[in-house]
């Protein structure tokens, strides 16, 4: 199991860096430039080259069966599912096979509405309580995960 993170507007890095070293998870930071991580050979920094999915293809690339995909990016969470990896949100929210559908919908729903002026602004602000819920859903992912392998017959 690992954990790849789509690095780039990741407000919880440090969390997951905790988690992760906690479980003695690899984790790899992927980004479009060069970000600063603890020095671990748990972590793996990734820059990618410069464009709007560089950082996206690789994960999609390199993230498979039982692992974590941290993203806000819906088609990236996408792509991770049908890899057979688990996605959440830095806020927390897991996506799942059974909510990707209506998440890309969302999706393509407000980018409708921000293009004809109908709703101005983004998401609210980040907060504390955003980064708790994300602390308990990467733990539980991982323990999930862990009992899944450990209930596998041999």
């Known amino acids: 199991m690992e954990i790849f993170i789509d690095a780039d507007a990741c407000p919880v890095k440090d969390e997951i860096y905790k988690v992760a070293q906690r479980y003695g998870l690899k984790t790899w930071v992927v980004a479009n430039s060069f ?70 919908a969302q999706r393509a729903l407000m980018e409708q509405l921000r293009s004809t002026g109908d709703i101005i602004g983004g998401p609210k602000p980040f907060d504390r309580n955003d980064r708790s819920r994300f602390l308990q859903a990467l733990d539980q992912m991982v323990n999930q995960e862990q009992r899944r392998r450990a209930a596998r017959p041999r």
């Open 35 to 104: 970000l600063m991580a603890p020095t671990s050979p748990l972590v793996e920094r990734v820059v990618v080259d410069a464009g709007p999915d560089a950082a996206d293809d690789w994960i999609a690339e390199h993230a498979g069966a039982g692992d974590i995909v941290v993203t806000q990016d819906i088609p990236l969470a996408e792509r991770a599912l049908q890899a057979g990896a688990a996605a959440v949100a830095p806020t927390g929210r897991p996506f799942t096979v059974d909510s990707i559908g209506s998440a890309i």
